[in-house]
T-cell receptor, first 114, second 114 residues
Framework: EPEVTQTPSHQVTQMGQEVILRCVPI?????FYWYRQILGQKVEFLVS????????KSEIFDDQFSVERPDGSNFTLKIRSTKLEDSAMYFC????????????FGEGSRLTVL | GEDVEQSLFLSVREGDSSVINCTYT??????LYWYKQEPGAGLQLLTY?????DMKQDQRLTVLLNKKDKHLSLRIADTQTGDSAIYFC??????????????FGKGTTLSVSS
């Protein structure tokens, strides 16, 4: 069964460092998303991406964050200068098209900022 | 703004039915979802319901939607210890441009005892 894959599963970084989280969405999907979940809190929407551009972003997704689809398969989230409060589980998700109700999530990348 | 509320804990005995409840605020939501998260794992799409339906059944899972009261429930029949997890309710509000950013509840921790 096709699935969304994410790497790394866990990354530890020092405050101020740049981090890139990688995702491979399901191959025939057109819409891609990043969400995050701070430990013990709600899953929060960060950004959605379609047709090689951001279609929507939340207040959390400030100038420190960027997304890219560098090739036909990867979808990346970059955090330019990490802060302690960026520590969270980051989930990538994908959807086939705008008519499909099914939104599939990856296993997540746990980011720990020290 | 949009919000999704769930009770935080539910404890049942193996073999009993579990009912997890959720209320949401956006009456224009197109899809409503249930996701399951096991410890340390990602978000697994369990089931979803389109807003013009009031019930959906999938094996041991039954979803009931009351649009008037903005209430969604997930019933798990013959609950097993493997069903122990956090269950997230989510809505897909149509107010945003992409119509696809999910709003999640805080999750209900289901504990199943044998």
């Amino acid at each position: 069964e096709p699935e969304v894959t994410q790497t790394p599963s866990h990354q530890v970084t020092q405050m101020g460092q740049e981090v890139i989280l990688r995702c491979v969405p399901i191959s025939n999907h057109l819409y891609f998303y990043w969400y995050r979940q701070i430990l013990g809190q709600k899953v929060e929407f960060l950004v959605s991406f379609y047709n090689n551009e951001i279609s929507e972003k939340s207040e959390i997704f400030d100038d420190q964050f960027s997304v890219e689809r560098p090739d036909g398969s990867n979808f990346t989230l970059k955090i330019r200068s990490t802060k302690l409060e960026d520590s969270a589980m980051y989930f990538c998700a994908s959807r086939r098209d705008s008519f499909s109700g099914e939104l599939f999530f990856g296993e997540g990348s746990r980011l720990t900022v020290l | 703004g949009e919000d999704v509320e769930q009770s935080l804990f539910l404890s049942v005995r193996e073999g009993d039915s579990s009912v997890i409840n959720c209320t949401y605020t956006d009456s224009s939501s197109t899809y409503l979802y249930w996701y399951k998260q096991e410890p340390g794992a990602g978000l697994q799409l369990l089931t979803y319901i389109f807003s013009n339906m009031d019930m959906k059944q999938d094996q041991r899972l039954t979803v009931l939607l009351n649009k008037k009261d903005k209430h969604l429930s997930l019933r798990i029949a013959d609950t097993q210890t493997g069903d122990s997890a956090i269950y997230f309710c989510a809505e897909s509000p149509t107010a945003n441009q992409a119509g696809t950013a999910l709003i999640f509840g805080k999750g209900t921790t289901l504990s199943v005892s044998s």
